[in-house]
């Protein structure tokens, strides 16, 4: 297919590009510019450099940096809300039957994308539902103007600005014009969200008509986002995992993604099914993720949660996304949801974190955000004050340690 072979061609030039562009640009241009649009004059030599024509370059006249993108970059939803107010906010009654409504009307392509994949329709449809709102809801930024503003700001310009000269190499292999290319305040594109790096690895042509449309052909949306779900290590025959009882007295320092062990370890170790049978073993390995912390549901999850965390790395859309299909094949809800539970701000998680750097738990930079290392540090204090080392960042946890 042409259009997979220019991918292919500007994958490899986009691998050198910054070597050629650093030849070409003087020592002194590759520090960060002093103004926005000595910035954006060097990002098209770069561009340029890279094979990008002189009319796609011309869709960056007028971009300039959106203060709306920031202030979304700082307040993402993962990061504010509960795992409770996430959820109820994604798997509603309304949601749960338009997506089997979908299943029905859509299933001799998502058969077929399955049998080309191995993805299953229930899986895909729940993606589709959490992305995009089954593709009502795309985003309303243009993805240069975004992926522009995120590439000049400082904490992640290097990643933001590889997205941009891929979103310019996209739209000069003809897929989308310029005016067309929107999206999330992240430059997230079309009904399944794809970065542009991930468009160009992944997209793929699923109504023969040479484009990838990810915004508006449903083909070439579901082919697409199978392709990429199936080479990031999905397995077909397998679910993304389960609510599980854990035993009383159980021990919160095996939670975690880290933490994989045989299903039949798990079962040596008291986990049950939510109606009290042991749990089913068979060869997988699993881990066990509290969202909520102790208070709150536990999951065993499996490969295709991991899988599932390459779309988007947050625990709280992984499970979303995986129970959100379960609930389209008939599940049941969660059974084990916590009662008022309450979200810290950003100032909050802020103070928690300088709280605990300054009690010797090294939470990293504070940040405002609970990620991987702040929860480690909590769990280290939690250990150490004799409290359940579930790891959650929560209002009674900021007390203990402001006493």
């Not at 960056?60 to 709306?68: A, F, I």
């Not at 079309?190 to 160009?200: D, E, I, M, N, Y």
């Not at 370890?265 to 390995?285: F, H, K, N, Q, Y």
């Not at 928690?352 to 991987?372: A, K, M, T, W, Y």
């Amino acid at each position: 297919m042409q259009g997979e072979a220019r991918m292919n061609y500007h994958s490899a030039m986009i691998r050198t590009g910054f070597l050629i562009v650093a030849l070409l640009l003087p020592l002194a241009a590759q520090g960060q510019p002093r103004t926005f649009a000595e910035w954006l004059e060097e990002l098209r030599a770069e561009a340029r450099a890279l094979g990008v024509s002189a009319e796609t370059l011309t869709a960056l006249d007028g971009v300039s940096p959106l203060e709306r993108v920031l202030e979304l970059d700082g307040s993402q939803p993962e990061f504010v809300q509960t795992f409770t107010r996430y959820i109820e906010l994604r798997v509603t009654p309304n949601q749960i039957a338009r997506g089997q409504e979908l299943l029905r009307e859509h299933s001799a392509l998502l058969a077929a994308v399955q049998a080309r994949y191995g993805i299953q329709p229930h899986y895909l449809v729940a993606f589709w539902a959490i992305e995009s709102n089954f593709g009502r809801a795309t985003g309303g930024f243009s993805v240069l103007e975004a992926l522009a503003t995120l590439a000049y700001d400082p904490r992640r310009a290097d990643f933001f600005r590889e997205q941009l000269l891929t979103a310019l190499q996209i739209i000069d292999d003809g897929h989308i014009p310029p005016q067309r290319m929107t999206g999330s305040w992240a430059g997230a594109m079309g009904q399944l969200q794809f970065l542009p790096t991930v468009f160009r690895n992944y997209a793929v042509d699923g109504d023969g008509d040479g484009r990838a449309d990810i915004w508006n052909s449903l083909p070439d949306v579901f082919y697409s986002a199978a392709n990429f779900i199936s080479q990031s290590g999905w397995r077909g025959d397998e679910r993304w995992g389960r609510e599980v009882l854990l035993p009383e007295g159980f021990d919160y320092s095996q939670v975690g993604a880290r933490n994989l062990k045989p299903l039949s370890e798990w079962r040596e170790l008291g986990l049950r099914t939510v109606s009290g049978d042991p749990i089913p073993v068979a060869d997988m390995r699993a881990a066990v993720a509290v969202p909520a912390g102790a208070a709150g549901p536990a999951f065993l999850t499996y490969n295709n949660f991991r899988v599932t965390m390459l779309y988007n790395p947050s625990v709280f859309y992984a499970i979303t996304v995986g129970h959100l299909a379960d609930r389209f094949t008939g599940a049941a809800s969660i059974a084990h949801m916590p009662e008022n539970e309450t979200a810290l701000s950003r100032a909050q998680v802020l103070e928690l974190q300088e709280l605990l750097n300054s009690r010797g738990f090294d939470s990293g930079e504070p940040d405002g955000r609970v990620g991987s290392r702040t929860r480690a540090a909590i769990r280290a204090y939690q250990s150490e004050q004799g409290l359940i080392p579930d790891g959650h960042a929560s209002l009674e946890l900021l007390d203990s340690l402001r006493e």
